[in-house]
């Protein structure tokens, strides 16, 4: 069965980095667009960026746009996001997901997401 699993996420200080990694295994994603989502507390689920497997145009949130970047390694079959200049209000657990449309995965209607990597930023 599909799986995605995130690791990376930790305690960062604010204008610090971090690069989340995303696993995907269990079926062929060539034709799919992965993305991240995150959830910070007491907040709902919030699109973060999204790009198609194999390539092509990403799509970001006005909030992490020129900060985040979503990029994939075939052989490793891993999706990122490096996340530079980090913010206190970044905190949230963050979400690997994938869908065969990536109209989808920003709109949060999706049909497989991870089970969620921390990232705290302090102050």
């Known amino acids: 069965q599909a799986q995605l699993v995130e690791s990376g996420g930790g305690l960062v200080q604010a204008g610090g980095s971090l690069r989340l990694s995303c696993l995907a295994s269990g079926r062929t994603f060539s034709t799919y667009a992965m993305g991240w989502f995150r959830q910070a507390p007491g907040k709902e689920r919030e699109f973060v960026a999204a790009m198609w497997w194999s390539g092509g145009s990403t799509y970001y949130a006005d909030s992490v746009k020129g900060r985040f970047a979503i990029s994939r390694d075939w052989a490793k079959n891993t999706v990122y996001l490096q996340m530079n200049s980090l913010k206190p209000e970044d905190t949230a657990i963050y979400y690997c997901?994938?869908?065969?449309?990536?109209?989808?995965?920003?709109?949060?209607?999706?049909?497989?997401w991870g089970q969620g990597t921390q990232v705290t930023v302090s102050s």
């Open positions: 997901t994938a869908d065969a449309s990536i109209e989808s995965i920003r709109r949060g209607v999706i049909t497989y």
